[in-house]
């Protein structure tokens, strides 16, 4: 079988019922040049089951199914990447689906982009179900070549639709810890935009999304619930933001770290060792750096909305 460039990538927890519509989507594609690797977290439903009725419809796309002991997204990601059978890996959530054409319009985009070492990937705006985009459209233009820690500053904000190269995920693994389920996706985006990787981010929708109660979203795994009951992962995390990225643009992560460290009751020397930083560094991060910053942030809006005033 020739090689796919493009493997789209499901982990599965429990979704056994959702499945049938990302699949129905699949088979709805006007490029049929892709692969379908669903990673199943050890689901208590009949999800195996239905991925197998799947397979046996004899698609035009190969359907390969692994199960891995329950350990999370981040986990099935790493082991999605050692599978992979293409050459650029789309992560396509259960609970979601996707346009017609889709892969039909990822495969020009990475023919686009070859040769551009700089570029690992692109990636494609999301939207709702009823078509409203989730974050916003770039003025004016087709796309823009970013890194992931460039998109606030070039005003990529939302959910975006992201297709990495397998190679350079290979090389940028999500990191795992024993008895933790969760970490966010930005801890692996972020290191391969450190080590000087962008991605080519388009206008068009290429993904449906909803944000289900039961989703990562919506039951607080990247919120103060899922920092305390995944503290390394979430510690991994703004140690790799205060390494990579300004203070003014880490400013919000480390106040939610301190909100965090109140929740737990934790003491400045646990503090200081959870970012791996002496007593002294931290005190002096805490005390003196973080409200400059702040007061550099107020300062910076008070003058923002007087000259929008003025403006008017």
């Known amino acids: 079988m020739n090689p796919v460039p493009i493997t789209v990538f499901t982990p599965a927890y429990n979704r056994a019922h959702l499945l049938?519509?990302?699949?129905?989507?699949?088979?709805?594609?006007?490029?049929?040049?892709?692969?379908w690797l669903i990673i199943d977290d050890e689901s208590s439903d009949h999800t195996e089951t239905v991925v197998h009725q799947f397979i046996e419809e004899k698609t035009p796309f190969l359907i390969r199914y692994y199960k891995q002991k329950h350990g999370g997204k981040h986990?099935?990601?790493?082991?999605?990447?050692?599978?992979?059978?293409?050459?650029?890996?789309?992560?396509?959530?259960?609970d979601d689906w996707l346009p017609e054409n889709a892969i039909e319009l990822l495969t020009g985009w990475l023919q686009e982009i070859q040769g551009i070492s700089t570029l690992c990937g692109?990636?494609?705006?999301?939207?709702?179900?009823?078509?409203?985009?989730?974050?916003?459209?770039?003025?004016?233009?087709?796309?823009?070549?970013?890194?992931?820690?460039?998109?606030?500053?070039?005003?990529?904000?939302?959910?975006?639709?992201?297709?990495?190269?397998?190679e350079v995920l290979k090389a940028h693994?999500?990191?795992?810890?024993?008895?933790?389920?969760?970490?966010?996706?930005?801890?692996?985006?972020?290191?391969?935009?450190a080590d000087g990787y962008k991605l080519r981010w388009?206008?068009?929708?290429?993904?449906?999304?909803?944000?289900?109660?039961?989703?990562?979203?919506?039951?607080?795994a990247n919120d103060l619930r899922g920092h305390i009951a995944n503290?390394?992962?979430?510690?991994?995390?703004?140690?790799?933001?205060?390494?990579?990225?300004?203070?003014?643009?880490?400013?919000?992560?480390y106040v939610e770290f301190e909100k965090t460290c109140d929740a737990m009751g934790l003491g400045d020397n646990e503090r200081a060792a959870a970012l791996h930083w002496s007593k002294q560094a931290y005190l002096w991060n805490k005390k003196l750096i973080m409200p400059l910053v702040h007061n550099f942030k107020r300062v910076v809006f008070v003058f923002k909305r007087a000259r929008a005033f003025v403006s008017r």
Request: aromatic share 16%.
């Open 231 to 253: 503290f390394q992962g979430y510690c991994f995390y703004i140690r790799q933001c205060l390494a990579i990225k300004s203070r003014l643009d880490n400013y919000r992560d």
């Open 20 to 35: 049938p519509r990302l699949f129905h989507t699949l088979k709805q594609q006007t490029n049929m040049d892709f692969e």
């Open 202 to 220: 388009y206008q068009d929708p290429i993904y449906y999304c909803e944000y289900l109660e039961d989703g990562l979203t919506k039951t607080g």
């Open 122 to 166: 692109v990636a494609g705006q999301k939207a709702l179900a009823d078509g409203k985009l989730v974050g916003n459209s770039f003025e004016q233009k087709e796309f823009i070549d970013a890194s992931s820690l460039e998109r606030k500053k070039l005003h990529i904000e939302g959910d975006k639709a992201e297709v990495f190269s397998v």
């Open 75 to 94: 986990r099935a990601t790493n082991y999605a990447v050692t599978l992979a059978e293409g050459s650029y890996l789309f992560i396509v959530d259960s």
């Open 173 to 193: 693994p999500f990191p795992e810890f024993e008895g933790e389920y969760f970490v966010t996706e930005a801890v692996c985006w972020n290191a391969i935009a």
